[in-house]
């Protein structure tokens, strides 16, 4: 059946509202990035080994684990918008904490509260996304989010740059960390302007509100939409109680505990939050090492916007294939280079060749994926299994990163390259064999479609139709 969000336009109130929403994403990026620049000084001063530096880093991480599992329910009694502004506070809460902080206990307790809102955060967001986003611009604009995480690594790598100027001394650290609260404050303001998620909206039977919402968003049959809405409600309300570990969602949770797990696999937690000591390693000094990251977070930039532009028509499985493809080679030049310690002036370019696939592959995806994969019915617990899933790996790879990390040229220092080169491998024949496409489909539909059970006319699944099939059928 085709659905008429299909039809809907991309108007002031759709587009505001995609923007607001993927504020939380920046700080998503902002906040968990900005202590790579913190780190030898806050290594110093704390006297920190390599495990405790891990720890600390991994801290914010192990804050993500908790909001991710925590965020759904709150999101689904109070709404996803309503939330998102207790998010946005917590924000402002850890960085302020963070700036304050009295000792290395106070500040690992604020990374960790902070983590929990990046947590909530990369569950609340995408989903709030996901509902007001018509199907056939679901991708791009759900990928917003993770473009304003993006963007939210770049302007941590500025900041750091900027303020490394300052002169700050001993107080450089508290600056960094703290400078989060001021988008963190612009993000709650913002919230009070963007509306409600009509499909949230509709599962309270605030029917009136919801239909006012679609209009204002631009459906152009409204009534028809809600009738969708309200039907596929109608179904879940059937079995509201029904947990999401069962054999009928066995694919979806298998796919969005993938996706997720080869993100962290492709080492770039580890990259990100050790890119300015991984320069330091490579024998460059502070502020030539603040450069080349300003660098690499606008590559990244960059190419997650040629990934979102691209993701609708090429699809999410080409793209995670052909990244997985230059990850490998780029990861494989890195530990050549900590390896032998040889050719040090290739290292900026082998990691902008890695942002390049990373930024338009998995970065790209991974949350356009988790959020789409799975039905109405348990969209919520399914993304909070895919957040979980993605900030555990992140923690243990960020945490064991600077354990087996050594400057380049020493026995052993592109060992974790070498890991993180073949699990890119994996990943390409894991994705070529497993994973299915699911551009095109509308999300009342993702159900029948992962089921198998939508077999169009030329004998093929629905999860499989190519978009010349998709047409012919419509």
Known sequence: MKRNNQNMKLNSTLIGATIVAALGGLLFGFDTVIISGAQTQ????????????????ASALIGTIIGSLIAGKPADVY???????????????????????????????????????????SVIGPLY????????????????????????????YVANYLLGLGHFGDAEWRWKLGIVALPAAGFLFCLFFIPRS????????????????????????????????RHSIHIEKGRAAEPLFRRAYMTPILLAWGVAMFNQLTGINALLY????????????KVS????????????????????LIIDHVGRRKLLLVGSVGMAIALGGVAAVFNTGAHKDLLLW???????????????????????????????????????????????????????????????????????????????????KFFPETKGIALEDMEEAMSGKGVQSNGKPALFLSPNDAAVNN
């Open 42 to 57: 806050l290594k110093e001063i704390f006297q920190l080994d390599g495990f405790m530096q891990g720890f600390m880093v």
């Open 79 to 121: 709404g996803r918008r309503d939330s998102l502004k207790v998010v946005a506070l917590v924000y402002f809460v850890s960085a302020l904490g963070c700036a304050l902080a009295w000792n290395f206990s106070s500040l690992v307790t604020f990374r960790l509260i902070g983590g929990i809102a990046i947590g909530a955060s």
């Open 129 to 156: 996304l996901v509902e007001i986003a018509p199907t056939r611009l679901r991708g791009r604009l759900v990928g917003f989010f993770q473009f304003n995480v993006i963007f939210g690594i770049l302007l941590a």
């Open 198 to 229: 009509p499909r949230w909206l509709t599962m309270k039977g605030i029917y009136t509100e919801a239909r006012m919402v679609l209009e204002k968003i631009g459906t152009e049959k409204p009534d028809e939409q809600l009738a969708a809405i």
């Open 274 to 285: 050790y890119l300015n000591p991984i320069f330091t390693m490579a024998g460059f000094n």
């Open 289 to 308: 090492g603040d450069m080349q990251s300003v660098a690499v977070g606008a590559t990244m930039l960059v190419f997650t916007m040629f990934g979102m």
């Open 350 to 432: 082998l990691l902008l060749f890695y942002m390049v696939f990373f930024s338009f592959g998995q970065g790209a995806v991974i949350w356009v994926y988790i959020s789409e994969v799975f039905p109405n019915a348990v969209r919520g617990k399914g993304q909070t299994l895919g957040s979980f899933t993605h900030w555990f790996m992140a923690a243990v790879v960020s945490w064991t990163f600077p354990m087996f990390a050594k400057n380049a040229g020493q026995s052993g220092a592109g060992i974790p390259f070498v890991f993180f080169a073949a699990m890119m491998v994996l990943q390409f024949f894991v994705v070529w």
